[in-house]
């Protein structure tokens, strides 16, 4: 099984919950980044969604929260050679330290976005579309 197709199995599964309710799956994804045991989900956890889904495959994984972690995990790929399951670190904004990260499901040359499979989208596990532009790098966990 790849990354993706675990992955895909949470799309429309999983998703934040309202008030003081916590969704367990992303707690417990809270849990492999040391985030601690009481992390809201409403704590940004898109690299916790990837750290769960890497940990579940046994996977290399970055161990982190933060989204730009991924940058250092496994072998860069360009992103006209991205694969379905490779993960794909995106720049959110201006400050230099955010970001965003999921797996890449395909790319729209036309429109130049790039679809990406990922956690805290929507504040679920969606597919959601982003500039090529904000492409920080592609990654490869796999063989």
Do not use: Y
Request: proline share 6%.
């Amino acid at each position: 099984m790849t990354p993706f197709d675990l992955a895909q199995r949470f799309v429309g599964e999983i998703r934040e919950l309202p008030g003081a309710a916590q969704h367990p799956f992303i707690q417990w994804a809270h849990l492999l980044c040391s985030l601690g045991a009481d992390q809201p989900d409403e704590t940004p956890w898109c690299s916790s969604f990837v750290n769960a889904i890497c940990w579940m495959l046994r996977l290399p994984r970055s161990k982190s929260a933060a989204a730009r972690s991924w940058l250092g995990i496994g072998t860069a790929v360009d992103l006209s050679n991205a694969r379905p399951g490779d993960i794909v670190v995106l720049k959110r904004g201006t400050n230099p330290a955010s970001g965003h990260v999921g797996f890449f499901a395909g790319i729209d040359p036309v429109s130049r976005m790039v679809e990406v499979l990922g956690g805290n989208q929507g504040d679920a596990v969606t597919i959601a579309r982003f500039k090529v532009d904000d492409v920080l790098g592609v990654r490869r966990v796999t063989d």
